[in-house]
């Protein structure tokens, strides 16, 4: 039986990432059928900063989902056994992809573009003598001849990336300007005059502009990491960069499960409070007001403390290390779900509320239809702008409270890449003299790219939905 | 006569430099010292946006005054920097605004708003300054002003509001009054009230008023001088007394003759074909070309100029010397389209039988109840096939309740509604659904009654879907077709969302909405209340119209006195509750016998106000429902109250077989 060279691995956080994005796929397709759905999605991509925002979080996306397709590969077996081995190690396509950054591990600390060692080491030279000196790194500007030579190289390299990437840019361009101008029937250079001066329907020159600056960055920092280490080493030698990009999968499954795992309490629960009021309404608005007076990190920790009890002592439910961190996670998006619920579920019930005394739900009624049709006909679709805007908002917040969690103890697993455990571990870090900066700082700007561009997303979504702001722009 | 105020060639622009919205444009007009100017328009056409102009109040940054001159006795107000601005708004032209309920802050008392202004312009402090608000407050009619002084905006009633907005405006002591449809969000008892006491201040004051209205009885009773606006331009001037003798303009002839009156129950009411243009676009002609009857070939070419004579002047070609053609206009009266009368028979359709609708007011922690909102209390009431019952009463009198109970979206109390032998109120919620489809309702409010997110189709398809009768999508999409085409709709605009529509082509959707249920009777609760004149009379005669071919009843919930003048074949008259007058239309409008319902027809502004009969005045306001006063309900406020009146609640009395009344007097 010829058998395939991996075997696929699906974690939970996996399937329900996949899930989410088949909602998301389906959404994005039935809103584009539907011109009223269409229209604020529309504002949202005329504004600048909507498509910078968006473009930024793509670039997160694309290497999240990179990183969430997950397989274990064959070992190597000379001895050709009937049965295969698998690798005990969970890889990711983003692991293959950047296979040098994972494999070019130093014995410990080194600064970005370093090409020796942090710390000083005992060494015999070649005359077998003992000296204390700082050591070359095995990878870090190894392929130089001399140190001498290290600006140089990297300059050329730069030099000859950057000049890849204008040529993809051009090329890009060209092929978008020429499909805008097939699209929309004009010349090819009116295209390009609407697109230079900014006439056009949509702020093409921001997104052309922003897609030369990404490609300049992903083409630099891919052909400097080969021979660098961009963002240097951590404690064991392994590559910032690497943690700083693994990382991405961690935040974005924080913001975004955590949301799968509350939008069906929320909207459920203050749906049923606001539409059938009386004891339901009661039942509903005791239980947020309960879990609102428990402090949120209160309840995050002991249930997370109960469940790494729960995972030492049944370590077989646990194929490897990478199962047993990912069920950690989904764990915590579960458990930081639960406890952010209430604030969505009191707006949404404020919202219907007011909905179920409209004239239109009124009229429904007298219609004759049933409470579930005029749930589903009218209250909803009328509250989604409000789950729109506040699950964007949320996002950026939960990316943040995942850092806090990890740096307290109670959020990701220890072997968990994330930006949370990189900040942890720079407490020693800075303690150090002289500092470790880098690991600190690659965390804390891989983390504020994203959030920032959430927070801008956030703020365009929020223009393009509220209905109080549309009339302003009508 | 001396000028106060004059406005030469004021444009007020919205929007981008490059293609902006013109919704004043090059208007000019001026008003004298003491004399009251109406500006009379339909929504849309620039009055309110004129007014702001002019206190350069124009919401900025969006709009801007691009051109004219505001002169303030003498004194250009356009020239002016800001903080000299800040000196003549409020003290020398002040502002009352349409709805009191949002122009009072909420979280000051009366007397601290008012002394604001006192504070600001005239440095009153301490004593004088409470005596003077106290004196105010007094001045514009409110009882008690040492209590009020000290209360919330929250604590007064609608009427007390606008009295103390006016309060507020006369505190500057200001030559120039400008009232932006002061009493449009008042009933008409307190409509009245508010009316008399700015012509009593004018009187006493010399102040000059400039009245925003589209009401043209309300202009009647108080303007000097009347300015129409179209389309963001004055297309006639006239004193009130020529203007209401003769209108010229082709576009206010046909606002007179959309009014619905008594005398045109026969007919049809005039319309006005189209829309107010868009108002981006550059004129080449008459802005009203498309909507007139009377156009000339030059109309859409050339821009009118005005046409004086004596002194009512007039922008359009029709005027022009060697057309004439004003006698045509004369002789088109009234396109000719009889109604007949629809014979009522006599087995009823829908009864209410002492029908009550307390709601509970409940308190404190365990919300035990305290007490009743009486909002329908004993309404017995009998609809028969093809009539149109009008339902008539000030705000807050239960009578939007009532249609509520009848459909049974309000929990009953007390009493029955039998439709068709059918006693509703004891049906389960399934029964129901298939007991009340012959029941429809048409709301007040086209903008909130349909769900943005829904297509027209959708929306009219959703009575055939909760009905379950076709299942058939091909034919509930014909049905779709035919509806929207007997409401006067393209069908092609079915794919369509509501916010693309007019209000009037709104209220038509609504009216194809609650036909697709087959009903046999339709409660209209205010249906062209929200409209402006011209599509109110399209409305209503789409409704008698479908009334003639599918025999429906209506019951017409309404507070506008002279729609159910023309519509209606009986009236009830309702106050807090209870029914206190019922008959025939003509019984009722004619010859009424309750007190209250002869103050609620005196109150309504006449066009005609020479034959100026004695009317009674109403003192004071509706009394709250919760706690309403022991005995007949209206003692409080009655001209003719008797002692027996405050123990006990009258009997009916009837006064003919049809027409029934309940009051001591009889």
């Known amino acids: ?474 | 006569m001396t000028e106060l105020l004059k406005v030469t060639g004021l444009s007020t622009h919205i929007g981008s430099e490059k293609k902006p919205l013109k919704p004043v444009d090059n208007v000019s007009f001026c008003i004298e010292k003491g004399k009251t100017f109406a500006l009379l328009g339909e929504s849309g056409c620039g009055k309110s946006l004129t007014a702001l102009s002019l206190l350069r109040l124009n919401p900025q940054p969006v709009s801007r005054v691009v051109a004219g001159a505001v002169e303030l006795a003498g004194e250009d107000l356009l020239a002016l920097s800001e903080s000299d601005m800040e000196h003549i708004r409020g003290r020398r032209i002040a502002m009352i605004f349409q709805e009191p309920q949002s122009s009072l802050n909420p979280v000051l008392t009366v007397g601290q708003q008012i002394g604001e202004s006192l504070q600001w312009h005239f440095k009153m402090r301490g004593k004088a300054l409470h005596n003077r608000i106290i004196n105010l407050l007094s001045s514009v009619g409110i009882p008690d002003p040492h209590q009020r002084f000290k209360d919330y905006p929250h604590q007064l009633s609608g009427g007390m509001k606008q009295r103390i907005m006016i309060a507020i405006a006369l505190a500057g002591e200001p030559e120039l009054l400008i009232a932006d449809e002061p009493t449009t969000a008042l009933d008409v008892t307190i409509q009245a009230q508010i009316l008399d006491l700015l012509k009593e201040i004018q009187r006493e004051t010399q102040m000059a008023i400039l009245l925003i209205s589209h009401d043209l009885a309300v202009v009647a009773q108080m303007a000097d001088d009347v300015a129409v606006m179209y389309a963001g331009q004055i297309v006639e001037i006239a004193p009130r007394e020529q203007f209401f003798k003769q209108v010229k303009h082709p576009y206010s002839k046909k606002l007179f003759e959309s009014l619905p009156t008594a005398q045109k129950r026969q007919h049809r009411l005039t319309v006005i074909k189209g829309n107010v243009p868009a108002l981006d676009k550059v004129f080449n002609g008459c802005r009203f070309v498309e909507r007139c009857e009377f156009a000339l070939p030059h109309c859409s070419t050339v821009v009118p100029g005005w046409h004086k004579d004596d002194e009512q002047s007039v922008r359009c070609h029709l005027l022009e010397p060697g057309q004439n053609s004003i006698v045509k206009v004369n002789s088109q009266k009234l396109m000719a389209s009889l109604f007949k009368e629809i014979s009522v028979t006599e087995k009823p359709v829908l009864i209410l039988d002492k029908l009550r609708v307390h709601f509970p007011i409940r308190k404190g922690l365990f919300q035990r109840i305290v007490g009743h909102v009486k909002a329908v209390d004993d309404v017995s009431l009998v609809l028969r096939p093809s009539e149109t019952l009008a339902l008539v009463g000030e705000s807050g009198c239960g009578k939007t309740t009532v249609g509520k109970a009848i459909l049974q979206l309000v929990p009953i109390t007390d009493g029955s509604v039998k439709y068709k032998e059918i006693v509703l109120n004891e049906l389960s919620a399934k029964q129901l659904k298939l007991g009340r489809k012959g029941l429809q309702i048409v709301f007040q409010d086209p903008y909130s009654s349909m769900n943005p997110r829904m297509t027209i189709s959708q929306v009219i398809e959703e009575a055939m879907i909760s009905g379950m009768d076709s299942n058939n999508a091909v034919m509930r999409a014909e049905k779709v077709n035919s509806l929207m085409e007997r409401v006067g709709l393209d069908a092609k605009q079915k794919h369509r969302y509501p916010h693309e529509f007019s209000g009037g082509q709104r209220q038509r959707i609504c009216i194809a909405r609650a036909l697709a249920a087959e009903p046999n009777v339709i409660i209209c609760d205010e249906p062209t209340s929200a409209l402006d004149v011209s599509v109110q009379a399209q409305i209503l005669n789409l409704l008698r119209e479908l009334q003639k071919e599918l025999k429906l009843t209506y019951l017409f919930i309404t507070h506008n006195i002279a729609v159910v003048d023309y519509l209606a074949h009986s009236v009830a008259v309702m106050y807090l509750g209870r029914i206190v007058e019922q008959g025939l239309r003509e019984e009722v409008l004619q010859s009424p016998q309750h007190p209250y319902t002869q103050a609620l027809l005196g109150a309504v502004p006449q066009l005609d106000n020479n034959k100026s009969k004695q009317v009674i005045r109403l003192e004071g306001e509706l009394p709250s429902p919760a706690t309403p006063p022991k005995g007949c309900h209206f003692h409080q406020r009655c001209p003719k109250v008797m002692p027996q009146c405050l123990e006990n609640y009258p009997e009916q009395t009837q006064i003919t077989d049809s027409h029934q009344v309940r009051c001591f007097l009889y």
């Open chain 1, 1 to 474: 039986m010829p058998s395939l060279p991996f075997i696929p691995v699906f974690l939970w956080t996996d399937i329900l990432i996949y899930l989410l994005l088949g909602v998301v796929t389906y959404s994005v397709l039935y809103i584009r059928n539907h011109a009223h759905l269409k229209a604020p999605w529309k504002l949202v991509i005329k504004r600048k900063r909507g498509v910078i925002s968006i473009m930024v979080l793509m670039c997160y996306v694309f290497v999240g989902l990179l990183d969430s397709v997950h397989f274990r590969l064959t070992i190597d077996d000379q001895q050709k056994s009937e049965q295969q081995h698998y690798e005990t190690q969970v890889t990711s396509v983003l692991d293959l992809a950047i296979m040098p950054l994972r494999e070019q591990v130093e014995k410990t600390y080194s600064a970005p573009f370093a090409t020796r060692s942090f710390s000083r080491e005992m060494q015999k030279d070649v005359s077998s003598e003992l000296s204390y000196v700082y050591p070359k790194l095995h990878y870090g500007g190894a392929h130089l001849e001399s140190e001498k030579e290290k600006l140089q190289d990297i300059l050329s390299t730069i030099i000859i990336s950057s000049i890849k990437a204008l040529i993809t840019w051009l090329l890009l361009s060209a092929l978008l300007i020429n499909y805008l101008a097939k699209r929309y029937q004009n010349s090819w250079f009116k295209q390009y005059k609407d697109i230079l001066i900014g006439s056009a329907r949509y702020p093409f020159r921001t997104v052309l502009l922003m897609l030369g600056i990404i490609l300049l960055t992903v083409f630099n920092v891919a052909a400097l990491s080969v021979d660098y280490h961009v963002l240097g080493t951590d404690k064991v030698g392994q590559d910032v960069l690497y943690q700083s990009l693994k990382s991405i999968r961690t935040g974005l499954v924080i913001g975004t499960l955590t949301t799968l795992v509350m939008l069906p309490l929320a909207i459920s629960m203050g749906i049923a409070a606001g539409y059938f009021r009386g004891w339901i309404d009661d039942v509903i608005q005791y239980v947020y007001t309960t879990l609102n007076s428990i402090p949120g990190v209160l309840l995050i920790a002991a249930a997370v403390l109960m469940l790494q009890v729960y995972m030492n002592n049944h370590p077989e439910n646990f194929v490897t290390i990478t199962e047993r961190a990912d069920m950690r996670l989904l764990f915590l998006c579960i458990i930081l779900g639960v406890t952010s619920w209430t604030g969505l579920c009191r707006i949404l019930r404020g919202e219907t509320l007011k909905l179920r005394e409209s004239e239109y739900v009124l009229a429904s009624r007298a219609l004759g239809a049933s409470s579930l049709s005029i749930l589903h006909r009218h209250i909803l679709p009328n509250l989604m702008h409000i789950v729109m805007i506040s699950v964007v908002l949320d996002f950026s917040g939960l990316v943040l409270a995942e850092a806090v969690l990890s740096y307290v103890g109670v959020g990701v697993d220890p072997s968990m890449i994330s930006w949370g455990n990189m900040i942890n571990s720079a407490r020693l870090e800075m303690a150090r003299d002289p500092v470790v900066w880098w690991s600190l700082t690659a965390a804390f700007f891989f983390m504020f790219l994203l959030v920032l561009a959430a927070n801008l997303f956030a703020d365009v979504v929020r223009d393009a939905f509220d209905p109080k702001g549309h009339k302003q722009n009508d």
